[in-house]
Protein backbone atom coordinates (compact mmCIF):
# COMPACT_ATOMS: atom_id res chain seq x y z
CA UNK A 1 0.00 0.00 0.00
CA UNK A 2 1.27 3.31 -0.91
CA UNK A 3 0.63 5.89 2.13
CA UNK A 4 -0.06 9.71 1.08
CA UNK A 5 2.36 11.88 2.53
CA UNK A 6 -0.31 15.27 3.81
CA UNK A 7 2.35 17.75 3.49
CA UNK A 8 3.88 20.10 0.87
CA UNK A 9 6.38 19.17 -1.75
CA UNK A 10 9.37 21.55 -2.17
CA UNK A 11 13.03 21.62 -4.84
CA UNK A 12 13.50 17.69 -5.33
CA UNK A 13 17.24 19.24 -6.24
CA UNK A 14 17.68 19.95 -2.82
CA UNK A 15 17.98 16.54 -1.99
CA UNK A 16 21.79 16.42 -2.14
CA UNK A 17 24.44 15.87 0.22
CA UNK A 18 26.02 19.53 0.30
CA UNK A 19 29.21 17.86 1.87
CA UNK A 20 29.26 15.18 -1.12
CA UNK A 21 27.68 15.98 -3.66
CA UNK A 22 25.59 13.14 -4.13
CA UNK A 23 21.57 12.54 -4.17
CA UNK A 24 20.89 11.58 -0.95
CA UNK A 25 19.74 7.90 -0.35
CA UNK A 26 15.68 7.08 0.58
CA UNK A 27 14.61 8.70 3.86
CA UNK A 28 15.29 6.33 7.12
CA UNK A 29 12.90 7.49 9.92
CA UNK A 30 13.58 11.42 10.25
CA UNK A 31 16.90 11.75 9.10
CA UNK A 32 18.04 11.74 5.16
CA UNK A 33 21.16 9.71 4.79
CA UNK A 34 23.65 10.08 1.98
CA UNK A 35 26.46 7.10 0.84
CA UNK A 36 29.22 8.01 2.76
CA UNK A 37 27.33 8.17 6.46
CA UNK A 38 26.06 11.37 6.45
CA UNK A 39 22.79 12.29 8.19
CA UNK A 40 20.55 15.35 7.73
CA UNK A 41 17.23 16.06 8.96
CA UNK A 42 14.76 18.90 8.53
CA UNK A 43 14.38 21.55 5.91
CA UNK A 44 15.16 21.50 2.77
CA UNK A 45 15.57 17.97 2.95
CA UNK A 46 12.11 17.22 4.17
CA UNK A 47 10.40 19.25 1.47
CA UNK A 48 12.79 17.84 -1.45
CA UNK A 49 11.88 14.01 -0.45
CA UNK A 50 8.02 14.60 0.02
CA UNK A 51 8.47 15.39 -3.70
CA UNK A 52 10.23 12.01 -4.56
CA UNK A 53 6.81 10.67 -2.23
CA UNK A 54 4.27 12.47 -4.40
CA UNK A 55 5.72 11.42 -7.51
CA UNK A 56 6.10 7.91 -6.36
CA UNK A 57 2.93 8.20 -5.29
CA UNK A 58 1.37 9.46 -8.77
CA UNK A 59 3.48 6.57 -10.62
CA UNK A 60 2.04 3.71 -8.04
CA UNK A 61 -1.50 5.17 -8.83
CA UNK A 62 -0.70 4.91 -12.67
CA UNK A 63 0.98 1.26 -12.36
CA UNK A 64 -2.01 0.20 -10.80
CA UNK A 65 -4.85 1.61 -12.90
CA UNK A 66 -2.96 0.75 -16.13
CA UNK A 67 -2.38 -2.79 -14.92
CA UNK A 68 -5.75 -2.69 -14.24
CA UNK A 69 -7.19 -2.02 -17.43
CA UNK A 70 -5.07 -3.85 -19.40
CA UNK A 71 -5.64 -7.40 -17.20
CA UNK A 72 -9.02 -6.12 -17.59
CA UNK A 73 -9.04 -6.33 -21.62
CA UNK A 74 -7.79 -10.08 -20.92
CA UNK A 75 -10.35 -11.10 -18.44
CA UNK A 76 -7.66 -11.29 -15.57
CA UNK A 77 -7.88 -8.04 -13.34
CA UNK A 78 -7.50 -8.03 -10.39
CA UNK A 79 -9.57 -5.36 -8.37
CA UNK A 80 -7.14 -4.98 -5.86
CA UNK A 81 -4.96 -2.94 -8.36
CA UNK A 82 -7.85 -0.54 -9.31
CA UNK A 83 -8.99 -0.16 -5.47
CA UNK A 84 -5.27 0.90 -4.33
CA UNK A 85 -4.82 3.15 -7.27
CA UNK A 86 -8.17 4.96 -6.74
CA UNK A 87 -7.62 5.36 -2.95
CA UNK A 88 -4.61 6.73 -3.62
CA UNK A 89 -5.54 9.13 -6.35
CA UNK A 90 -8.34 10.36 -3.47
CA UNK A 91 -6.34 10.52 -1.12
CA UNK A 92 -4.28 13.29 -3.03
CA UNK A 93 -7.57 14.56 -3.24
CA UNK A 94 -8.19 15.39 0.27
CA UNK A 95 -4.38 16.41 0.52
CA UNK A 96 -4.33 18.90 -1.92
CA UNK A 97 -7.52 20.36 -0.52
CA UNK A 98 -6.26 21.26 2.44
CA UNK A 99 -3.41 22.27 0.68
CA UNK A 100 -3.99 24.55 -1.72
CA UNK A 101 -6.56 26.13 0.40
CA UNK A 102 -3.56 28.13 2.34
CA UNK A 103 -2.26 29.00 -1.57
CA UNK A 104 1.17 29.31 -3.56
CA UNK A 105 4.36 27.58 -1.50
CA UNK A 106 5.88 29.89 0.15
CA UNK A 107 9.09 27.58 -0.47
CA UNK A 108 9.39 28.86 -4.15
CA UNK A 109 12.06 31.21 -5.08
CA UNK A 110 11.65 34.41 -7.23
CA UNK A 111 12.96 32.23 -10.61
CA UNK A 112 10.32 30.33 -10.00
CA UNK A 113 6.58 29.54 -11.66
CA UNK A 114 5.05 28.96 -8.23
CA UNK A 115 2.90 26.00 -7.12
CA UNK A 116 0.63 24.94 -4.71
CA UNK A 117 1.79 21.48 -3.44
CA UNK A 118 4.59 22.15 -4.73
CA UNK A 119 7.32 25.17 -4.90
CA UNK A 120 7.78 25.16 -8.49
CA UNK A 121 4.34 24.78 -10.85
CA UNK A 122 6.86 22.75 -13.32
CA UNK A 123 7.15 19.87 -10.60
CA UNK A 124 2.92 20.01 -10.16
CA UNK A 125 2.84 19.42 -14.00
CA UNK A 126 5.28 16.70 -14.27
CA UNK A 127 2.90 15.09 -11.03
CA UNK A 128 0.00 15.84 -12.58
CA UNK A 129 0.17 14.34 -15.61
CA UNK A 130 0.64 10.85 -13.73
CA UNK A 131 -2.14 11.51 -11.57
CA UNK A 132 -4.61 12.78 -14.04
CA UNK A 133 -3.46 9.37 -16.53
CA UNK A 134 -4.16 7.48 -14.03
CA UNK A 135 -7.43 9.10 -13.36
CA UNK A 136 -8.19 8.61 -17.13
CA UNK A 137 -7.79 4.87 -16.84
CA UNK A 138 -9.74 3.97 -13.76
CA UNK A 139 -12.91 5.57 -15.15
CA UNK A 140 -13.23 3.34 -17.93
CA UNK A 141 -14.56 1.31 -14.93
CA UNK A 142 -17.80 2.08 -13.89
CA UNK A 143 -17.62 0.64 -10.84
CA UNK A 144 -14.95 3.04 -9.41
CA UNK A 145 -16.72 6.08 -11.49
CA UNK A 146 -18.50 6.86 -7.58
CA UNK A 147 -15.19 6.91 -6.03
CA UNK A 148 -13.99 9.71 -8.24
CA UNK A 149 -16.15 12.18 -6.98
CA UNK A 150 -16.66 16.20 -6.16
CA UNK A 151 -13.02 15.85 -4.32
CA UNK A 152 -11.23 14.06 -7.70
CA UNK A 153 -13.01 17.01 -9.59
CA UNK A 154 -11.70 20.00 -7.56
CA UNK A 155 -7.96 18.32 -7.54
CA UNK A 156 -8.16 18.25 -11.45
CA UNK A 157 -9.77 21.61 -11.96
CA UNK A 158 -7.48 23.21 -9.34
CA UNK A 159 -4.19 21.95 -10.98
CA UNK A 160 -5.44 23.20 -14.16
CA UNK A 161 -5.73 26.69 -12.87
CA UNK A 162 -2.74 26.72 -11.83
CA UNK A 163 -0.95 25.01 -14.82
CA UNK A 164 -3.27 27.77 -17.01
CA UNK A 165 -1.61 30.96 -14.74
CA UNK A 166 1.51 29.13 -15.23
CA UNK A 167 1.63 29.29 -18.94
CA UNK A 168 0.51 33.13 -19.16
CA UNK A 169 3.16 33.69 -16.24
CA UNK A 170 5.76 32.45 -18.74
CA UNK A 171 4.97 32.72 -22.50
CA UNK A 172 3.00 35.80 -21.86
CA UNK A 173 4.51 38.30 -19.16
CA UNK A 174 7.99 36.23 -19.63
CA UNK A 175 8.15 35.93 -23.44
CA UNK A 176 9.37 32.88 -23.22
CA UNK A 177 7.51 30.56 -25.18
CA UNK A 178 10.71 28.34 -25.87
CA UNK A 179 11.10 27.41 -22.44
CA UNK A 180 11.05 23.61 -21.32
CA UNK A 181 8.57 24.70 -19.20
CA UNK A 182 5.86 25.51 -21.47
CA UNK A 183 6.11 21.61 -23.30
CA UNK A 184 5.18 20.04 -19.67
CA UNK A 185 2.55 22.49 -18.92
CA UNK A 186 1.19 21.96 -22.09
CA UNK A 187 1.38 18.21 -21.84
CA UNK A 188 -0.22 18.52 -17.67
CA UNK A 189 -2.74 20.70 -19.37
CA UNK A 190 -4.06 18.27 -22.05
CA UNK A 191 -4.01 15.31 -19.98
CA UNK A 192 -5.75 17.22 -17.11
CA UNK A 193 -8.69 18.11 -19.62
CA UNK A 194 -8.68 14.47 -20.42
CA UNK A 195 -9.37 13.12 -17.26
CA UNK A 196 -12.22 16.15 -16.76
CA UNK A 197 -13.35 15.23 -20.56
CA UNK A 198 -13.50 11.52 -19.03
CA UNK A 199 -15.25 11.96 -15.92
CA UNK A 200 -17.65 13.99 -17.59
CA UNK A 201 -16.83 17.45 -17.93
CA UNK A 202 -16.72 19.59 -21.01
CA UNK A 203 -13.42 20.25 -22.76
CA UNK A 204 -12.05 23.46 -21.78
CA UNK A 205 -11.13 24.66 -25.10
CA UNK A 206 -7.31 25.49 -24.62
CA UNK A 207 -6.59 23.05 -27.82
CA UNK A 208 -3.55 21.81 -25.93
CA UNK A 209 -2.64 19.65 -28.27
CA UNK A 210 -2.16 21.77 -30.79
CA UNK A 211 -0.07 24.37 -28.31
CA UNK A 212 2.54 21.05 -28.04
CA UNK A 213 3.13 21.64 -31.94
CA UNK A 214 3.58 25.56 -31.61
CA UNK A 215 6.23 24.45 -29.10
CA UNK A 216 7.94 22.00 -31.42
CA UNK A 217 7.70 24.42 -34.32
CA UNK A 218 9.90 26.89 -31.75
CA UNK A 219 11.82 25.18 -29.97
CA UNK A 220 13.49 22.36 -32.07
CA UNK A 221 16.00 23.34 -34.57
CA UNK A 222 16.28 21.94 -37.99
CA UNK A 223 19.25 19.23 -36.80
CA UNK A 224 16.24 17.85 -34.44
CA UNK A 225 17.64 19.39 -31.14
CA UNK A 226 15.65 21.15 -28.68
CA UNK A 227 17.28 24.22 -28.48
CA UNK A 228 19.33 24.02 -24.87
CA UNK A 229 21.82 20.85 -26.50
CA UNK A 230 21.40 19.21 -23.47
CA UNK A 231 20.35 15.96 -23.93
CA UNK A 232 18.44 15.54 -20.90
CA UNK A 233 16.16 18.41 -22.08
CA UNK A 234 15.73 17.01 -25.01
CA UNK A 235 14.63 13.75 -23.60
CA UNK A 236 12.64 15.88 -21.78
CA UNK A 237 10.97 17.93 -23.89
CA UNK A 238 10.34 14.91 -26.48
CA UNK A 239 8.62 12.76 -23.75
CA UNK A 240 6.05 15.81 -22.77
CA UNK A 241 5.59 15.61 -26.62
CA UNK A 242 4.18 11.87 -26.35
CA UNK A 243 2.45 12.10 -23.30
CA UNK A 244 0.32 15.39 -24.16
CA UNK A 245 -0.27 13.01 -27.94
CA UNK A 246 -1.83 10.52 -25.93
CA UNK A 247 -5.51 9.57 -28.05
CA UNK A 248 -4.54 10.85 -31.10
CA UNK A 249 -3.99 9.12 -34.35
CA UNK A 250 -0.49 9.35 -35.41
CA UNK A 251 -1.80 9.68 -39.25
CA UNK A 252 -3.23 12.80 -38.46
CA UNK A 253 -0.52 14.57 -36.77
CA UNK A 254 0.58 18.00 -38.97
CA UNK A 255 3.07 17.19 -41.58
CA UNK A 256 5.72 19.71 -40.14
CA UNK A 257 5.12 18.36 -36.43
CA UNK A 258 5.38 15.04 -37.19
CA UNK A 259 9.04 15.81 -38.69
CA UNK A 260 10.52 17.44 -35.96
CA UNK A 261 9.36 14.88 -33.61
CA UNK A 262 10.96 12.16 -35.95
CA UNK A 263 13.79 14.24 -35.95
CA UNK A 264 14.16 14.23 -32.36
CA UNK A 265 14.20 10.62 -32.34
CA UNK A 266 16.87 10.88 -34.72
CA UNK A 267 18.74 12.86 -32.40
CA UNK A 268 18.77 9.90 -29.67
CA UNK A 269 19.60 7.35 -32.27
CA UNK A 270 22.48 8.85 -34.07
CA UNK A 271 23.68 10.63 -30.73
CA UNK A 272 23.88 6.88 -28.96
CA UNK A 273 26.88 4.69 -28.17
CA UNK A 274 27.15 1.51 -29.40
CA UNK A 275 25.69 -0.14 -26.66
CA UNK A 276 22.70 2.61 -26.52
CA UNK A 277 24.47 4.54 -23.97
CA UNK A 278 23.09 7.92 -24.12
CA UNK A 279 25.73 10.75 -23.93
CA UNK A 280 24.86 12.87 -21.40
CA UNK A 281 26.01 16.26 -22.52
CA UNK A 282 25.39 19.70 -20.71
CA UNK A 283 23.20 19.77 -18.02
CA UNK A 284 21.50 16.45 -16.73
CA UNK A 285 22.32 13.44 -14.57
CA UNK A 286 24.74 11.32 -15.36
CA UNK A 287 23.12 7.98 -13.90
CA UNK A 288 19.90 8.55 -12.40
CA UNK A 289 17.26 5.37 -11.67
CA UNK A 290 14.29 8.41 -12.37
CA UNK A 291 16.30 10.03 -15.40
CA UNK A 292 16.30 6.25 -16.82
CA UNK A 293 12.75 5.67 -16.38
CA UNK A 294 12.27 8.77 -18.59
CA UNK A 295 14.50 7.63 -21.09
CA UNK A 296 12.65 4.19 -21.17
CA UNK A 297 9.03 5.79 -21.50
CA UNK A 298 10.16 7.57 -24.45
CA UNK A 299 11.51 4.95 -26.09
CA UNK A 300 8.35 2.74 -25.30
CA UNK A 301 6.11 5.51 -26.35
CA UNK A 302 7.80 6.57 -30.09
CA UNK A 303 8.29 3.00 -30.64
CA UNK A 304 4.09 3.46 -31.07
CA UNK A 305 4.49 6.47 -33.28
CA UNK A 306 6.38 5.32 -35.59
CA UNK A 307 7.35 1.90 -36.94
CA UNK A 308 10.95 0.86 -36.94
CA UNK A 309 11.92 2.87 -34.55
CA UNK A 310 15.46 3.17 -33.51
CA UNK A 311 15.79 3.73 -30.33
CA UNK A 312 15.63 -0.42 -29.64
CA UNK A 313 19.82 -0.08 -28.65
CA UNK A 314 18.99 2.94 -26.09
CA UNK A 315 15.60 1.13 -24.79
CA UNK A 316 17.96 -2.07 -24.60
CA UNK A 317 20.96 -0.15 -22.69
CA UNK A 318 18.64 1.41 -20.43
CA UNK A 319 16.31 -1.79 -19.48
CA UNK A 320 20.23 -2.81 -18.30
CA UNK A 321 20.72 0.50 -16.40
CA UNK A 322 17.45 -0.21 -14.72
CA UNK A 323 17.68 -3.61 -14.11
CA UNK A 324 15.44 -4.90 -11.40
CA UNK A 325 14.40 -0.92 -10.51
CA UNK A 326 12.17 -0.99 -13.26
CA UNK A 327 8.76 -1.81 -11.80
CA UNK A 328 6.92 -2.62 -15.41
CA UNK A 329 4.70 0.37 -15.67
CA UNK A 330 6.01 1.55 -19.18
CA UNK A 331 5.47 -2.24 -20.46
CA UNK A 332 1.83 -1.17 -19.98
CA UNK A 333 1.38 1.53 -21.81
CA UNK A 334 0.38 0.04 -25.11
CA UNK A 335 -2.23 1.63 -27.15
CA UNK A 336 -1.16 5.29 -26.02
CA UNK A 337 -2.31 6.46 -29.94
CA UNK A 338 -5.41 6.20 -31.45
CA UNK A 339 -4.43 4.49 -34.66
CA UNK A 340 -1.65 2.58 -36.02
CA UNK A 341 2.32 3.89 -36.11
CA UNK A 342 3.13 5.82 -39.06
CA UNK A 343 6.48 5.22 -40.83
CA UNK A 344 9.75 6.76 -39.39
CA UNK A 345 11.87 9.07 -42.07
CA UNK A 346 15.16 7.27 -40.88
CA UNK A 347 17.98 8.19 -41.73
CA UNK A 348 21.08 6.66 -42.55
CA UNK A 349 21.75 3.21 -41.82
CA UNK A 350 18.77 0.80 -40.54
CA UNK A 351 18.73 0.70 -37.05
CA UNK A 352 20.30 -2.87 -36.77
CA UNK A 353 23.73 -1.99 -38.85
CA UNK A 354 26.37 0.21 -38.25
CA UNK A 355 25.60 3.82 -37.97
CA UNK A 356 27.43 6.04 -39.78
CA UNK A 357 28.85 9.36 -38.26
CA UNK A 358 26.95 12.21 -37.88
CA UNK A 359 26.79 16.34 -37.89
CA UNK A 360 24.31 17.87 -35.42
CA UNK A 361 24.55 21.09 -37.34
CA UNK A 362 22.51 23.01 -35.38
CA UNK A 363 23.35 22.05 -32.40
CA UNK A 364 27.34 21.70 -32.80
CA UNK A 365 27.70 18.29 -32.41
CA UNK A 366 29.97 16.33 -34.39
CA UNK A 367 29.85 12.04 -33.89
CA UNK A 368 32.89 10.43 -35.41
CA UNK A 369 32.74 6.17 -35.32
CA UNK A 370 34.43 3.79 -36.31
CA UNK A 371 33.49 1.43 -39.51
CA UNK A 372 32.23 -1.32 -37.41
CA UNK A 373 30.49 1.41 -35.03
CA UNK A 374 32.21 0.00 -32.07
CA UNK A 375 33.19 3.21 -30.26
CA UNK A 376 32.92 7.35 -31.06
CA UNK A 377 33.83 10.14 -30.26
CA UNK A 378 31.71 13.03 -29.74
CA UNK A 379 32.69 16.90 -30.12
CA UNK A 380 31.17 19.76 -28.84
CA UNK A 381 31.58 22.62 -30.73
CA UNK A 382 28.43 24.35 -30.61
CA UNK A 383 26.56 26.72 -28.78
CA UNK A 384 26.44 26.77 -24.49
CA UNK A 385 22.68 26.45 -24.69
CA UNK A 386 20.71 28.95 -21.95
CA UNK A 387 20.51 28.02 -18.03
CA UNK A 388 21.73 24.62 -18.91
CA UNK A 389 24.88 24.70 -21.28
CA UNK A 390 28.43 24.29 -19.79
CA UNK A 391 31.72 25.86 -20.55
CA UNK A 392 32.93 23.23 -22.73
CA UNK A 393 33.72 23.89 -26.17
CA UNK A 394 35.71 21.69 -28.26
CA UNK A 395 35.30 19.19 -25.73
CA UNK A 396 35.85 15.29 -26.82
CA UNK A 397 34.08 12.73 -25.03
CA UNK A 398 34.92 8.87 -25.70
CA UNK A 399 32.45 6.43 -25.72
CA UNK A 400 33.04 2.22 -26.23
CA UNK A 401 31.02 -0.78 -26.14
CA UNK A 402 29.35 -0.98 -22.41
CA UNK A 403 32.01 1.86 -21.20
CA UNK A 404 32.37 5.59 -21.62
CA UNK A 405 36.20 6.38 -21.30
CA UNK A 406 35.83 9.85 -21.52
CA UNK A 407 31.79 10.90 -21.01
CA UNK A 408 30.30 13.94 -20.79
CA UNK A 409 30.16 14.22 -17.03
CA UNK A 410 26.87 15.65 -16.29
CA UNK A 411 25.63 17.17 -13.10
CA UNK A 412 24.74 16.38 -9.75
CA UNK A 413 21.09 17.73 -8.12
CA UNK A 414 21.18 21.57 -9.03
CA UNK A 415 20.86 22.68 -5.43
CA UNK A 416 24.35 21.23 -4.89
CA UNK A 417 27.44 24.03 -5.17
CA UNK A 418 29.22 21.49 -7.79
CA UNK A 419 26.91 21.81 -9.92
CA UNK A 420 28.13 25.38 -10.89
CA UNK A 421 31.20 25.21 -8.77
CA UNK A 422 32.63 22.26 -10.89
CA UNK A 423 30.31 20.52 -13.31
CA UNK A 424 29.77 23.56 -15.37
CA UNK A 425 33.19 24.79 -15.80
CA UNK A 426 35.84 24.42 -18.01
CA UNK A 427 37.78 22.37 -15.27
CA UNK A 428 35.80 19.43 -15.70
CA UNK A 429 35.71 19.15 -19.33
CA UNK A 430 38.12 17.44 -21.72
CA UNK A 431 39.11 20.83 -23.50
CA UNK A 432 41.06 23.48 -23.52
CA UNK A 433 41.76 26.34 -20.88
CA UNK A 434 43.92 29.32 -20.31
CA UNK A 435 45.82 30.03 -17.35
CA UNK A 436 43.28 27.93 -15.30
CA UNK A 437 40.34 29.66 -16.14
CA UNK A 438 37.07 28.97 -17.10
CA UNK A 439 36.08 29.05 -21.10
CA UNK A 440 33.23 32.43 -21.89
CA UNK A 441 30.08 31.85 -23.23
CA UNK A 442 30.51 31.42 -27.17
CA UNK A 443 29.93 29.35 -30.28
CA UNK A 444 32.11 27.00 -32.03
CA UNK A 445 32.72 26.33 -35.73
CA UNK A 446 32.18 23.36 -37.26
CA UNK A 447 34.94 23.99 -40.36
CA UNK A 448 34.99 20.41 -41.75
CA UNK A 449 32.83 17.25 -42.18
CA UNK A 450 33.11 14.09 -43.21
CA UNK A 451 32.29 10.29 -42.37
CA UNK A 452 36.45 10.05 -40.85
CA UNK A 453 36.86 13.42 -39.90
CA UNK A 454 35.71 16.73 -38.23
CA UNK A 455 37.72 20.29 -37.76
CA UNK A 456 36.39 22.60 -35.59
CA UNK A 457 37.05 25.68 -34.30
CA UNK A 458 36.38 28.48 -31.04
CA UNK A 459 37.81 31.97 -31.30
CA UNK A 460 35.77 33.20 -28.84
CA UNK A 461 36.00 31.09 -26.08
CA UNK A 462 39.12 32.15 -24.21
CA UNK A 463 39.80 36.22 -24.49
CA UNK A 464 43.25 36.52 -26.92
CA UNK A 465 42.98 32.79 -27.59
CA UNK A 466 42.27 30.94 -30.75
CA UNK A 467 41.26 27.36 -30.57
CA UNK A 468 40.94 24.33 -33.60
CA UNK A 469 40.60 20.65 -32.81
CA UNK A 470 40.82 18.42 -35.91
CA UNK A 471 40.01 14.63 -35.47
CA UNK A 472 40.71 11.86 -37.94
CA UNK A 473 38.58 8.44 -37.20
CA UNK A 474 40.65 5.54 -38.74
CA UNK A 475 39.78 1.61 -38.61
CA UNK A 476 42.86 1.69 -35.96
CA UNK A 477 42.33 4.42 -33.99
CA UNK A 478 41.59 7.88 -33.40
CA UNK A 479 43.54 11.10 -34.07
CA UNK A 480 43.17 14.36 -32.11
CA UNK A 481 44.81 17.33 -33.02
CA UNK A 482 44.25 20.45 -30.91
CA UNK A 483 46.29 23.97 -31.69
CA UNK A 484 45.60 26.96 -28.64
CA UNK A 485 47.43 30.65 -30.19
CA UNK A 486 47.90 33.41 -28.36
CA UNK A 487 46.51 36.08 -30.51
CA UNK A 488 48.89 39.40 -29.13
CA UNK A 489 51.85 37.86 -28.05
CA UNK A 490 53.33 41.43 -27.04
CA UNK A 491 51.18 41.40 -23.96
CA UNK A 492 51.85 38.05 -23.00
CA UNK A 493 55.12 37.93 -21.55
CA UNK A 494 56.97 34.85 -22.18
CA UNK A 495 53.34 33.00 -22.75
CA UNK A 496 50.29 31.40 -21.14
CA UNK A 497 49.50 28.37 -19.43
CA UNK A 498 47.80 26.44 -21.75
CA UNK A 499 46.15 23.04 -20.67
CA UNK A 500 44.15 20.06 -22.42
CA UNK A 501 42.42 17.83 -19.84
CA UNK A 502 42.05 14.60 -19.62
CA UNK A 503 38.70 13.51 -17.71
CA UNK A 504 38.45 9.44 -17.77
CA UNK A 505 35.45 8.08 -15.71
CA UNK A 506 37.38 4.84 -15.50
CA UNK A 507 41.13 4.56 -13.72
CA UNK A 508 44.04 6.03 -15.58
CA UNK A 509 47.70 5.66 -15.67
CA UNK A 510 50.00 7.45 -17.05
CA UNK A 511 53.56 6.87 -18.39
CA UNK A 512 56.16 9.33 -19.71
CA UNK A 513 57.83 7.68 -22.98
CA UNK A 514 60.73 9.98 -23.69
CA UNK A 515 59.12 13.06 -25.29
CA UNK A 516 56.03 11.60 -24.83
CA UNK A 517 53.08 9.73 -22.86
CA UNK A 518 51.48 6.77 -23.16
CA UNK A 519 48.06 6.54 -20.84
CA UNK A 520 45.78 3.19 -20.48
CA UNK A 521 41.78 3.65 -19.89
CA UNK A 522 40.33 0.45 -17.75
CA UNK A 523 37.02 -0.11 -18.37
CA UNK A 524 36.35 -0.48 -14.77
CA UNK A 525 34.26 1.12 -12.21
CA UNK A 526 34.67 0.83 -8.74
CA UNK A 527 37.36 -1.71 -9.74
CA UNK A 528 34.00 -3.82 -10.75
CA UNK A 529 34.34 -4.54 -14.82
CA UNK A 530 31.92 -2.13 -17.16
CA UNK A 531 28.47 -3.92 -17.85
CA UNK A 532 28.92 -5.80 -20.33
CA UNK A 533 31.69 -4.95 -21.96
CA UNK A 534 33.26 -5.94 -25.50
CA UNK A 535 36.80 -7.82 -25.26
CA UNK A 536 38.29 -5.52 -27.86
CA UNK A 537 36.45 -2.19 -26.14
CA UNK A 538 37.50 -3.06 -22.50
CA UNK A 539 41.13 -1.07 -22.60
CA UNK A 540 41.60 2.20 -24.49
CA UNK A 541 45.18 3.13 -24.85
CA UNK A 542 46.60 6.61 -26.08
CA UNK A 543 49.88 7.99 -27.02
CA UNK A 544 50.15 12.17 -26.42
CA UNK A 545 52.60 13.86 -28.34
CA UNK A 546 53.38 17.65 -28.02
CA UNK A 547 55.33 20.63 -30.22
CA UNK A 548 56.32 22.68 -27.15
CA UNK A 549 57.81 21.41 -23.66
CA UNK A 550 55.22 20.20 -21.75
CA UNK A 551 54.34 18.86 -18.49
CA UNK A 552 51.48 15.89 -18.31
CA UNK A 553 50.34 16.07 -14.79
CA UNK A 554 48.62 13.20 -13.41
CA UNK A 555 46.79 13.36 -10.03
CA UNK A 556 43.47 12.91 -8.36
CA UNK A 557 39.91 14.70 -9.27
CA UNK A 558 36.47 14.32 -9.67
CA UNK A 559 34.89 11.75 -12.01
CA UNK A 560 30.92 11.78 -13.21
CA UNK A 561 28.45 13.60 -11.36
CA UNK A 562 26.72 10.99 -10.01
CA UNK A 563 29.23 10.51 -7.31
CA UNK A 564 31.12 13.53 -7.13
CA UNK A 565 33.22 12.43 -4.18
CA UNK A 566 34.83 9.80 -5.88
CA UNK A 567 38.50 10.16 -6.49
CA UNK A 568 40.01 9.67 -10.01
CA UNK A 569 42.79 9.85 -11.39
CA UNK A 570 42.68 13.11 -14.16
CA UNK A 571 45.37 15.03 -16.18
CA UNK A 572 46.31 17.88 -17.14
CA UNK A 573 49.08 18.43 -19.90
CA UNK A 574 50.44 21.61 -20.03
CA UNK A 575 52.82 23.87 -21.96
CA UNK A 576 53.73 27.50 -21.33
CA UNK A 577 53.88 29.80 -24.09
CA UNK A 578 52.43 31.66 -27.13
CA UNK A 579 51.19 28.70 -29.09
CA UNK A 580 50.27 24.65 -28.57
CA UNK A 581 49.87 21.78 -30.53
CA UNK A 582 48.51 18.49 -28.00
CA UNK A 583 48.63 15.26 -30.62
CA UNK A 584 47.00 12.14 -29.20
CA UNK A 585 46.09 9.01 -30.42
CA UNK A 586 43.40 6.88 -29.00
CA UNK A 587 43.27 2.75 -30.03
CA UNK A 588 40.62 0.81 -28.62
CA UNK A 589 41.53 -2.60 -27.39
CA UNK A 590 45.05 -3.37 -28.16
CA UNK A 591 48.12 -0.04 -28.33
CA UNK A 592 48.59 -0.30 -32.09
CA UNK A 593 51.06 2.54 -32.20
CA UNK A 594 54.61 2.44 -31.44
CA UNK A 595 55.60 6.33 -31.60
CA UNK A 596 53.92 9.58 -33.32
CA UNK A 597 55.95 12.15 -35.77
CA UNK A 598 54.99 15.58 -35.51
CA UNK A 599 56.51 17.71 -38.86
CA UNK A 600 56.07 21.36 -38.52
CA UNK A 601 57.49 24.01 -40.66
CA UNK A 602 57.01 27.96 -39.91
CA UNK A 603 53.50 27.85 -39.75
CA UNK A 604 53.64 24.99 -37.16
CA UNK A 605 52.48 21.86 -37.41
CA UNK A 606 51.89 20.76 -40.89
CA UNK A 607 51.79 16.61 -40.82
CA UNK A 608 51.50 13.80 -38.45
CA UNK A 609 53.15 10.17 -38.62
CA UNK A 610 51.58 7.53 -36.48
CA UNK A 611 54.38 4.67 -36.64
CA UNK A 612 52.00 1.09 -36.16
CA UNK A 613 53.31 -1.12 -33.44
CA UNK A 614 53.41 -3.87 -37.02
CA UNK A 615 55.82 -1.34 -38.99
CA UNK A 616 53.16 -0.22 -40.91
CA UNK A 617 53.39 3.91 -40.72
CA UNK A 618 50.21 6.29 -41.58
CA UNK A 619 50.91 10.19 -42.47
CA UNK A 620 48.20 12.64 -41.84
CA UNK A 621 48.27 15.99 -43.19
CA UNK A 622 47.17 18.76 -40.76
CA UNK A 623 44.32 21.01 -41.93
CA UNK A 624 45.36 24.64 -42.14
Known amino acids: MTAVQHARGGWWHDYVCPTHGTELEPRSGDTYPCRY ?38 GAADPADRDEAARIVTEFAEV ?60 LTGLLATITSARHTLVVDRNDPTSNYVAWIDAAGATLNRALVALGHADDGQD ?91 CVLAGQLWTDSPLDRVEAATRRCLG ?40 GYAVLRDP ?61 RVDDLDQLPTTG ?75 TWAATRDGKPAPDPAPDAALLHGFHRATAPA ?7 RGPSDDPARTLTIADWTVTGHEAWFVSVYAPGTAVVHDVILHTGAAGLTAVRVLHTDGRSTDHEVTR
Open 445 to 519: VVEDFSATRVVASAADAIAGVALRRELVMTDDYLLDIVHAVVDDTAETGDGRRITLALRPAVPLSVTADGGAWRT
Open 372 to 432: GDTWQAVLDAGPHGGSHGHLDKLGLYLYGTGVAWQPAPGVPPYASTLRRGYYARTLAHPTV
Open 324 to 363: AAHDGLEDLLTGWFAGPARPAPLQGAAPSGPRPSVLFANA
Open 551 to 557: VLLAGPG
Open 96 to 155: YADIAAAGWSTQSEPWMLRGKLFAQALTEAIWAVQLADAVAELVTDDTIRPALGAPVVTL
Open 208 to 298: WVNRTFEHARLAIGADGWEWEGSTYYHLFVLRAYLLALRGTDPAALPADAAERLADMMQVLAGLAAPDGTLPMLHDGPYDRVPAHLEVLEV
Open 37 to 74: GCRFTGEPFASAWTVYAHQAGARRARLLAHRYTGARAR
